[in-house]
């Protein structure tokens, strides 16, 4: 297995893998990221500039800098989710269902992580046959993800007279 393989494969696996094992709701934390490419889209640019308003205008630096800040942008809203839904996912049923939106995380984060990474890293990771293959699928991967993640989240809802926090009186 070549270096770009296993970027990508830890890219994708290692979110998969903590929320799983740190029972986390994928749903919650795959919206979180699509948040998160919101912010990239609208805010970087302009947080980028107000960052480097007073500092060097180098080029490359500020285009180091600006994937920096998208890279910040995109992941705060994701691990901040994540860190307040620890252990939100109870029972072995919805571990098992809770993989498939945490597979979507991965993906979709390799999608939006990838072309964010040091230039040579992503350049390695970008030229390589597995990555092409993952762009080919990216319209398939959002979709699938997106209604998954939309399928869990209703199937989380409280069933109908149920009394959750509520005592009785």
Known sequence: MDAPTITLAAVVLAPVIALLVLRINAALVFLSLCLGDVLVQFVAKDTTEFLTLHGDKVPQAAN???NTVKLVLLLLPVVL???FMIRTIHGQG??????LPSAGVGLLGALLVVPLLPPGLAHNVVGSSLWTQVTRLQDLIVG???VVCLFVLWLQRPKAGSKHGKHKT
Do not use: I, K, P, Q
């Not at 919805?94 to 993989?99: F, I, M, S, Y």
């Open 144 to 146: 699938a993800s997106a």
């Open 64 to 66: 180091a800098g600006s």
């Open 81 to 83: 989710t994540a860190v």
């Open 94 to 99: 919805r571990l098992v269902l809770n993989a």
